[in-house]
């Protein structure tokens, strides 16, 4: 093609990366390769910017003064000590992933994008504690892939969470006082009135988890008395109902004693059970282990 007396050369697309790849290795200069393959310097330049390979053009210092060399050796300095803290920084980031990954699976998470999920508002509310004063909320809620407005709905609706649990310890503060001892089933029935008049819907997992979190479930308690000696010099009789099948009522009666623990002392519970109905068929309570109570529950 011809214009103004001038030949147009038409480049293809692989011998464009052709010699912008050359470039990149480096063993040729821009001037030495234009010469080569006869390329003009401005067509090479043309290239680079319409593959965005900025890093290809030439950057030229004009030195004039010791000052400005010396101010070079000194930028020099500080770009190799910037890549080192690059590099620790990469490292930094490298083992702290090791450790999410370890904690994801340790709790049973499928991976480190879920636990950072279920995580996301409490570390965001926690980096907004530590970077306050060099950082913005607006800064702060884009690295962790949020908007600034849902942070403050996450706020807003912690609140409304901790206002409605320390309404609920109040209550059931206040219940305890009279019924220290009083378990989380029979908490729901018997404020449930309390829980109407401060309008507060409350169900039995909400009550289990809000006194579980602060520490204000009743506990049982275990029993220290110990009221059986197999280690007697009586006569011991068999089992004799150790391999036999109950199918129907009446087939077999067990019998039992326990102890139950009044203001004066224990008194003595005598018990017969239908092994197949589990039916107590007789008792008798007495306040002592004489023979005389289990005969009367037998009665």
């Not at 214009?3 to 293809?12: H, Q």
């Not at 449930?192 to 520490?215: E, M, P, S």
């Not at 009446?250 to 005598?270: E, H, M, P």
Request: aromatic share 8%; hydrophobic share 35%; proline share 1%.
């Amino acid at each position: 093609m011809y214009r103004n007396d001038k030949v147009i050369r038409r480049y293809s697309e692989p011998f464009k990366l052709k010699i912008l790849a050359e470039l990149t290795i480096g063993k040729h200069t821009k001037s030495e390769l234009c010469k080569l393959y006869s390329i003009a310097p401005t067509t090479v330049n043309v290239w680079i910017k319409k593959y965005n390979r900025k890093d290809l053009m030439n950057t030229r210092v004009k030195v004039e003064t010791k000052d400005e060399i010396s101010r070079i050796k000194a930028l020099q300095k500080e770009v190799e000590q910037l890549k080192k803290l690059l590099l620790k920084k990469d490292l930094d980031a490298m083992v702290q992933d090791c450790y999410l990954e370890v904690a994801a699976e340790d709790l049973g998470y499928k991976s480190v994008n879920e636990l950072k999920k279920k995580a996301k508002y409490k570390a965001l509310s926690k980096a907004k504690k530590i970077s306050k004063g060099f950082a913005t909320l607006t800064t702060i809620t884009h690295c962790f892939g949020l908007k600034r407005n849902a942070y403050y709905k996450h706020k807003n609706r912690a609140d409304k969470r901790l206002n409605l649990e320390l309404q609920i310890i109040n209550i059931v503060r206040k219940r305890r006082k009279s019924l220290p001892r009083e378990g989380v089933r029979k908490l729901v029935k018997s404020l449930n009135a309390d829980f109407n008049k401060a309008n507060i819907k409350v169900g039995r997992d909400t009550l289990f988890n809000v006194l579980r979190k602060n520490q204000m479930l009743t506990l049982r308690r275990k029993t220290s008395a110990r009221t059986t000696n197999s280690y007697h010099r009586f006569y011991k009789y068999n089992n004799i109902i150790k391999d036999l099948e109950v199918t129907r009522a009446n087939q077999v009666w067990v019998s039992d004693i326990t102890y139950i623990r009044t203001i004066k002392g224990f008194c003595y519970l005598a018990l017969i059970t239908d092994m197949h109905s589990r039916k107590i068929v007789g008792y008798d309570i007495s306040d002592s282990l004489e023979l005389k109570g289990c005969v009367r529950a037998a009665k």
